[in-house]
């Protein structure tokens, strides 16, 4: 496990302080310092947390702390609702206060970023979660003509497990989830096993649309830019569509052997991570794929003990708010063993929401 710095620590004591300190009769909580944030670019409560948290805090950007710095600049920003006010609507002893925490907040983050190769890498990981939880996974169910013998009620070797659709994905994952958060309540269950409360704390879902219908309801109201849809051509699987910057959709198909009989070889998978629909303190996470191949390499993704850093790097990197991104992958498929994709390798991402206007496209691989 990575140790954390004190330069680290101290950046995130600091933070801390300013949302709980600065202005003693305000009851600022993290939600609320996120709302105000989020007027330019979207920002979860999850995220403030993991910049204040004393176990494993994360980076943040610069022009995060630039924002803080305005924020905590007026006494005017919690007038009323909490807000962040244009920088020109600052008056020029308001302005001074701008500029002294400026430098104290970009000042504590160079400390930090000289201990590290990138200064956008997070100190955390992306399964550990810093405040009290829960944590519910929600893995598709089978439907009754394709659920094996045991997994009848009546037979005496019942095993639930055998009503789940991705049962690799989701022991991989459960197990994991609940390693990094060892005194969080941590369970999993069907859609039809869901309840009101359930949706209320960290939700990740496994598993495509047709078999889970809390995916396909959650994934309009995340408002992300990528959808999954039947298709005619691909009767064993859905296919994604995620938007161009010419407004148009591109598909996502996954790759076959050309010879009969016909071998998956190239899967396409799904990892997105925005704030839960339901309570915007706590985050919502979609592992999914076009076939159960897909599912899993995107679980793969961030648990592959030689491969989660380097892909933990890659989001912390290109992502300005890691509380706030999707990447659809190729997963590749090779002696009938599902392959972790790399996200640093060429042509493992497809594609990635929100991309980077100053930066090209991952776009080679799995599309039709």
Known sequence: ????SPEAMRLARRLRQLRLQ???DVRLTQQKLARALNTEEPLAAATVSSWESTTSPKLPPRHRLLAYARFFATPRSVETAPRL???EALTPEEQVAYKKLEAELLGLRSLV???SDDEDIAFGRSWHFTDDGPITLICAELPENQ????????NPNYTVLQKFADVDALVELHGHVRAENPEMSVHFMMPSEVDHDDLTGHIILIGGVVWNEITERV????????RQVRHPRLPSGEIFLADKADGKEREFWPQWTETEPRVLVEDVGLLARVPNPFNSSRTLTMCNGIHSRGVYGAVRSLTDTHLRDSNERYIATKFRDPGSFAILMSVQVIRNRTMTPDFSNGGAVLYRWPADPAAPQDDSGASS
């Not at 496990?1 to 954390?4: A, I, K, L």
């Not at 659920?147 to 009546?154: D, F, H, K, N, R």
């Not at 994934?219 to 990528?226: C, D, K, V, Y």
Request: hydrophobic share 40%.
């Open 1 to 4: 496990m990575q140790s954390v």
């Open 22 to 24: 600065h202005w003693p």
């Open 85 to 87: 006010l244009p920088l």
């Open 113 to 115: 970023a000289e201990d």
């Open 147 to 154: 659920t094996g013998p045991l997994g009848a009620p009546s």
């Open 219 to 226: 994934s309009r109201m995340a408002g992300l830019p990528i």
